[in-house]
């Protein structure tokens, strides 16, 4: 078959159970691709053919003792922030670059217990600091709608590995809109679930208090799919939550839109940089959502203006403490013969970390200072409740918010933002975190220039069901997920 990567992941795993192909052929499949496509594309940082080999044969043993997870055999890509036993994780830093983890993080041990095949690592932000995966030491990875264009990211490499068709689904992360960011720069659809639902453990750490690792996906539907593997309570992760796991597949066909209130915040759609495409493509998503039931309820969100402010001072400080430990004494980098001990700390850090990090440990380390502290960091905190707060009295009058994912489409690699430019880029993403709240993004259209148009829904706690259940029945009755860039299209 040359067609196996235009299956779903329900087509898959039918596929794989009746026998139709095997996991080798499928799992061969896409590491050609890789071989022929990803050149042009770059989201791979790390191909593991000899492993996903084996593990697609180990799948095939279990399919055909008929007793195999329903995702067994199925190909995925890992962000390459998820430690992998025994391959290299580099969370896109000269500081990791040979950093092999003596361990597999919790993700990646749930996504191999299903039987699931890893065909590798996938490019990021270094750190999952960016909006573009150019911060990434090992390079730029494109955009497959526009190969001169972004991305996005931090999860760019993901979100470009599927939307080009080299890898059915992807793991991503979302500290600030790293997974729903690059799903609607890429035309997918991407889950940040609420925090605490996926387990930390082994996720490299960014800003602990807002990371949370999620599916990337062609549709609401091989999300679902993803979600019953990676979701739970895990004991290594203290801030992971024991409560009950629904079944995301199962629930995907209830009446999600009917009756359905969604919130449209005023504040949203008079940002200044809001472009007029992805207006009007949003607009009209929440139109087609109207026709199916919905019903459309405006909204106030007060807090928006501080969303920004808020993230980049919070974000930067909890960087500033967990990269700490990159010292050149324990792990990663260490310079080359240093004179003394803060030499080896100072060169090893200064080389080792690219840019937009040494300015997030900068700004991090400031606003923590002792004379700082209470008046950035204690005070990021008290308004990060009042955002908080602000969606929960929204939540009281609606089921879901809508927003777009990003104001604007993909950028140009290479476009060199000023940092300030790339953080408001950031603005409709940023509260979620801040908030702990889950969020989805689903494509709805395109801009003039054929770039992917995303619409985001943010939802209640633990609404995980519900955000992938209205997304379904929407691209039950459209076709904006279906859409494939050229290079897609193209077969090894
Ligand atoms: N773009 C945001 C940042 O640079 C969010 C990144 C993320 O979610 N990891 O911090």
Known sequence: MTDLHRLSIRELSEGLKQAQFSSRELTEHYLKRIAKIDPKVKSYVTVTAEQALAEADAADAALKSGNAHALAGIPLAHKDIFCTQGIKTTAGSKMLDNFISPYDATVVAKAKAAGLVTLGKVNMDEFAMGSTSENSYIGATSNPWALDHVPGGSSGGSAAAVAADLAP???????????????????????????????????????????QGGPMARSAEDCAYLMNVIAGHDAKDSTSINKEVDDYVANLNGTAVKGLRIGIPKQYFNVAGLDEDVKARVEESLKKLEDMGAILVEIDLNMTEAYVPTYYLIAPAEASSNLSRFDGVRYGYRCENPVDLMDLYKRSRSEGFGAEVQRRILIGTYALSAGYYDAYYVKAQKVRRLIQQDFLKAFENVDVIAAPSAPTTAYKIGANLSPTEMYLGDIYTLAVNLAGLPAINAPVGFDKDSLPVGLQLIGNYWSESQLLSIVHQYQQNTDWHSKRAAIAEENA
């Open 169 to 211: 689904i992807a793991t991503g992360t979302d500290t600030g809109g790293s997974i729903r960011q690059p799903a609607s720069f890429c035309g997918l659809t991407g889950l940040k679930p609420t925090y605490g639902r996926v387990s930390r453990f082994g996720m490299i750490a960014y800003a602990s208090s807002l990371d």
